[in-house]
């Protein structure tokens, strides 16, 4: 099955190579516009996507494209021992790894560079797995979901939290408007990158969301899939284990 690709500066460089310079650009504003944008609602989504990890009690758990490490924090909930968050931009881990350190969270949320689609981690290691709004940014997005599934152990899950495409009125109208316009107007006004945040709708749109999705999953060997939309459809969990 193939999906459009949808890179932020249709220059020569791969999707990878772009969605690295991307958030490379804009990661010294990310945390604040990522909150500001989402009206804060993206904490509670994360917050939801945890609690699903909860009955697994994981002791390793890999956070992927974690970006600042937002999605680490939350995981902390679940005391866990370890939690490694990797991301392809250097700049974006930076933010994080001082954010860890500010709140003394670097012994047991370390930050590494690392490709998700090429992830450099054993067999069967985590128990659990996160990753908040990065598979539509994946190049390919079958390895990136095939190389998660191998490194999660037998019974591990996997959380895929992603924005998806509200069907309902008046929620499908005000969403598409707000995507449409209001974020890549505000976010090119604070970011100073203006293809950043038009890519942002761009790729939800072209993201294979729902029931496709968690087709794919199956197809690719999770078993007990699960699609769970949150704030009327702005948002989906989709959940599952190996």
Do not use: C
Not at 17 to 44: A, C, P, T, W
Not at 161 to 186: D, G, M
Not at 212 to 237: E, H, P
């Amino acid at each position: 099955m193939s999906h459009k690709t949808v890179k932020p500066y249709n220059s020569e460089k791969s999707k990878k190579e772009e969605v690295e310079q991307m958030f490379d650009n804009i990661s010294g504003r990310y945390d604040f516009l990522n909150h500001f944008l989402s009206l804060g609602i993206d904490k509670l989504w994360r917050k939801k996507g945890v609690k699903e990890l909860k009955s697994i009690q994981p002791k390793k758990i890999l956070d992927i494209a974690t970006g600042t490490g937002d999605f680490a924090i939350a995981s902390l909930s679940l005391n866990p021992e370890e939690i490694i968050g990797i991301d392809i931009s250097n700049g974006m881990l930076e933010v994080g790894r001082k954010k860890m350190k500010n709140r003394r969270l670097d012994h047991i949320i370390t930050m590494k560079q690392a490709d998700s689609e090429a992830l450099p981690f054993a067999d069967n290691y985590f128990d659990g797995l996160t990753v908040g709004f990065g598979v539509r940014n994946f190049q390919n997005l079958e390895k990136g979901l095939s190389e998660m599934l191998r490194v999660l152990r037998p019974g591990g899950k996997a959380i895929i939290l992603e924005f998806s495409k509200p069907k309902k009125f008046p929620i499908k109208q005000a969403f598409k408007f707000y995507s449409k316009y209001v974020i890549p107007f505000l976010g090119k006004g604070i970011s100073k990158d203006k293809k950043a945040y038009a890519y942002l709708p761009e790729s939800v749109e072209a993201f294979p969301e729902g029931q496709t999705f968690a087709d794919i999953l199956r197809k690719l060997n999770y078993n007990n899939v699960t699609a769970l939309t949150v704030s009327g459809g702005i948002a989906t969990i989709y959940t599952g284990i190996k």
